[in-house]
């Protein structure tokens, strides 16, 4: 799951519908919108039939067990691990037993990092085991550990204000849960600031919209020149009661040992497979999610459920005898957790054929029952979309959100390319976020039919579209 956002830019060129060569504005179509509405309303019996086969038909709950095969076989795969490797061996086979075209894998080099054993014991004012998680690249501790006074902080400014007692302790973070891409910079940054003002180590509350008495990992970054200390995640019931005792003046002394170490580079892949075009097979439509997971529960839903549905996407539009115009090309990233390393190698590889890109969508946020779907792209584009979502009216899923992102694909949407990615129950999502409960009991057959539904015609109809969407 993506961990930071970007910053959104405009490209000075528009680009052809037709060839997916750069032209200028007064060459580009000059189809009326009424037109391009009706286009798209004749794929109302397409729709009708790529639903009525995810939801209903044979190929009802087939994400589902194909999904729960895997990671029951295989278990989390994170960055450098060979479970990770293994997925990609199987899902590299699955997809040419399934039919697809083209299937391959483009070599990605990958962070390696292990988190070890690890352990948090408050000694004072009593004697408390707690559950933590090490943060991804963290540093371990010696072997020893690290015993030292707390310092409770809810904010970088409280941090600040306090700097001067926070030196040789550990600072404990008990931000508020205001939303993930707000509240997700303590996870990310807590480390360096805490190492700037000179403490030991690092505890952050985890970042989680609910919490059973569960930790949730993530990455975490270093910054040149400052300090690495070890940092990891409590829970918020820890993080919560901590900061009672603080309030009430009570001096809180934790030992913390983690056997966290970082490894050099290693080799990966993305895997890609698709359904090549009919008439402009060089204009693409991606759909994607990623393979990797943190080394805790599953990763069923994060992202087995996204990549499984894109997966599903161009299995029921091969089922159906579809071929669209544009090449449907599905892309199951590896090292999304460490910060889209796979997306971003991608993107280096293939961006030399950006014109070419109509549209990408990485689905990395659940696959739930979704609401709609996040778009970014100009006003044009997001008006086709509009019009694409009401093919969806079958299953009460048409609208269209703000903000379509995925660490994966924010490279192409950065430049310019349209993007969208799956809108459903964020409260629930971050529930199980990173944290031993993201396991197959989580996810819902019958939600992830009609997520899988939404991905295909969408995908379909972008790709079939006589045009490619038109950019700002």
């Not at 693409?284 to 990763?299: E, P, R, T």
């Amino acid at each position: 799951m993506k961990f930071l956002l970007f910053t959104f830019v405009g490209v000075v060129h528009l680009f052809s519908l037709n060839s997916g060569k750069a032209i200028y504005k007064n060459d580009f179509s000059r189809r009326t919108f009424q037109e391009i509405k009706e286009e798209i309303a004749r794929y109302k019996d397409v729709a009708k039939a790529i639903i009525n086969l995810a939801v209903y038909g044979k190929a009802q709950n087939r994400s589902y067990e194909r999904l729960a095969l895997l990671v029951d076989t295989v278990g989390p795969r994170p960055s450098g691990s060979k479970s990770l490797e293994k997925a990609i061996q199987i899902m590299y086979r699955n997809l040419q037993e399934d039919g697809l075209e083209n299937v391959h894998l483009e070599p990605v080099k990958i962070p390696h990092w292990e988190r070890g054993e690890e352990s948090a014991v408050m000694l004072e004012p009593r004697v408390h085991k707690m559950a933590i998680l090490g943060l991804g690249s963290s540093i371990g501790t010696p072997p020893e550990g690290i015993t030292a006074e707390v310092l409770v902080v809810t904010s970088f400014e409280e941090l600040q204000r306090r700097a001067p007692e926070a030196r040789g302790k550990i600072v404990v973070y008990n931000q508020p849960y205001v939303n993930y891409s707000k509240t997700v910079q303590y996870r990310v940054q807590g480390a360096v600031e805490a190492a700037k003002v000179g403490a030991l180590a690092s505890l952050i509350r985890s970042v989680a919209s609910f919490s059973i008495y569960s930790p949730h990992t993530g990455i975490q970054e270093y910054q040149d020149g400052v300090p690495k200390i070890p940092t990891a995640c409590i829970t918020v019931e820890d993080a919560e009661m901590i900061s009672r005792m603080a309030s009430r003046g009570n001096r809180i002394v934790i030992q913390l040992k983690m056997g966290a170490k970082n490894y050099p580079d290693a080799d990966s892949f993305n895997t890609v497979a698709e359904i090549i075009g009919s008439k402009y097979p060089e204009q693409v439509v991606l759909v994607s999610g990623h393979l990797d997971s943190w080394d805790v529960g599953q990763g069923a839903m994060d992202d087995g459920g996204g990549a499984f549905i894109s997966w599903e996407a161009l299995s029921l539009i091969k089922d159906l005898g579809l071929r669209p115009k544009r090449t449907l090309r599905l892309v199951l990233w590896t090292a999304e957790e460490q910060g889209g390393i796979g997306g971003f190698q991608y993107y280096q590889l293939h961006k030399v054929n950006i014109s070419n890109y109509s549209l990408v969508m990485e689905s990395d946020e659940g696959t739930f029952l979704p609401s709609g779907l996040q778009f970014t792209g100009s006003e044009k584009a997001r008006a086709i979309m509009k019009e694409v979502m009401r093919l969806l009216e079958p299953v009460n899923v048409t609208q269209v959100f703000r903000t379509g992102e995925g660490t994966d694909i924010n490279f192409w949407i950065q430049a310019g390319v349209p993007g969208a990615s799956l809108v459903d129950d964020l409260y629930k999502y971050f529930s199980f976020h990173h944290s031993h409960g993201d396991t197959m009991t989580v996810m819902d057959p019958k939600q992830m039919n009609v997520a899988a539904a939404v991905w295909a015609v969408v995908s379909y109809v972008i790709a079939d579209m006589e045009e490619m969407l038109p950019r700002s």
